[in-house]
């Protein structure tokens, strides 16, 4: 887990509050915590967006920052992943980390790196 | 592997029946006293096979999005006009479209913890909670789309356009789908169908209706704010 949903998990302590009935998770007070992160979240991500003159250079990097935050703590959390077996977050991880790596090949052979086009396909396609 | 030894069967030779093949006696081992289980992960196969398939569905994705990427500043073919989806983008808009996808995850996540407690009714009442704010995100995808057709933006205007209505569609019909299989859930939770000790059907549900919303994160970062 990376630290920014460690912090999360500090702030939640789920085996504390996780009911005795229900083997994983968390309470339903500590969903409606994780939720209203998420939404303190977004809403930083829409005032990045709109206040992009005052981030500068940095808007990008937060932009993708704060998603991959979201990312980890609606696996973590409401998925469960952080309390379940390890055998489906392999699973899950491997898909996506084969998707990413895949993909950003495909960017690579293309020049999306370089080109501000984004490709550099047959110029019959006018890139 | 248990240690519960079975009825004293031997591995003595044993006399063949007219006609049949002769029979090969191997020597009694210490291990024939012991029943023999397949080995076993003891983890469900259900939710294993939902994890598989949202972890391949990422690749359908990436495919989606990395596909956007590369072609989203692309130029009509015809050379007529410069529309893209990004220019026509409603911010605010897509924000609280996303806020109510986002708090959708809540909703799903309680009916979760609802039916592990075996409270069926609330658990009722939030799965169709996070239905209607599944329909709510459609009904303003359905909107946004129609906006930008009216702006000139059709599926065939420009290969960007394509790429963009492809995405964003692929995932409405995902959330789609998704609110097809909560509203059937909640019926057959109505009809007593599936009760607390199925609490885990439920579960897997939820966890495609996460990745839907997992999706939407990407996406609108990448796609809509990200410049």
């Not at chain 1, 390890?86 to 990413?100: E, P, Q």
């Not at chain 2, 059937?184 to 990745?211: C, D, K, Q, S």
């Amino acid at each position: 887990m990376s630290t920014a949903t460690e912090a999360a998990s500090e702030e939640i302590h789920p085996s504390d509050e996780a009911h005795d009935d229900h083997d994983h998770g968390l309470s339903d007070f500590g969903y409606i915590k994780v939720a209203l992160l998420l939404a303190v979240l977004t809403a930083a991500e829409v005032l990045i967006y709109f206040f992009d003159d005052r981030v500068g250079p940095l808007e990008v990097p937060l932009l993708l920052i704060l998603m991959v935050v979201k990312f980890e703590i609606v696996v973590a959390y409401f998925m469960h992943l952080r309390f379940d077996n390890k055998l489906f977050t392999w699973m899950f991880v491997g898909g996506l980390v084969l998707a990413i790596a895949v993909y950003a090949a495909m960017g690579t052979s293309m020049l999306f790196w370089t080109d501000p086009a984004g490709c550099d396909l047959s110029p019959n396609l006018d890139c | 592997m248990t240690d519960t030894p079975t009825t004293g069967s031997t591995a003595a030779a044993v006399e063949p029946a007219e006609g049949d093949e002769p029979q090969i006696a191997y020597p009694r081992t210490e291990w024939d006293d012991y029943e023999i289980i397949p080995p076993t992960t003891s983890l469900s196969n259900e939710k294993l096979t939902m994890w598989t398939f949202l972890g391949s569905d990422c690749l359908l994705f990436g495919a989606l999005i990395s596909t956007y990427l590369l072609l989203r500043n692309r130029q009509p073919l015809s050379g007529e006009g410069s529309l893209k989806a990004a220019d026509l983008f409603d911010i605010p808009f897509t924000s609280v479209s996303s806020f109510v996808l986002l708090m959708s995850s809540l909703t799903m996540v309680l009916a979760v913890s609802a039916i592990a407690r075996g409270e069926m009714e609330r658990c009722k009442l939030w799965l169709l909670t996070t239905a209607a704010q599944g329909a709510v995100f459609i009904a303003g995808q359905v909107y946004e789309f129609t906006s930008f057709y009216r702006e000139g933006l059709g599926f065939t205007v420009s290969i960007s356009s394509s790429a963009f209505y492809t995405l964003t569609g692929f995932h409405g019909v995902h959330v789609s789908l998704g609110i097809i299989m909560l509203v059937t859930l909640w019926a057959m939770i109505n009809r007593g169908i599936i009760g607390p000790e199925r609490a885990e059907t439920v579960e897997i549900i939820g966890l495609y209706w996460h990745f839907v919303d997992i999706v939407w994160i990407v996406i609108f970062a990448v796609v809509y704010l990200i410049p």
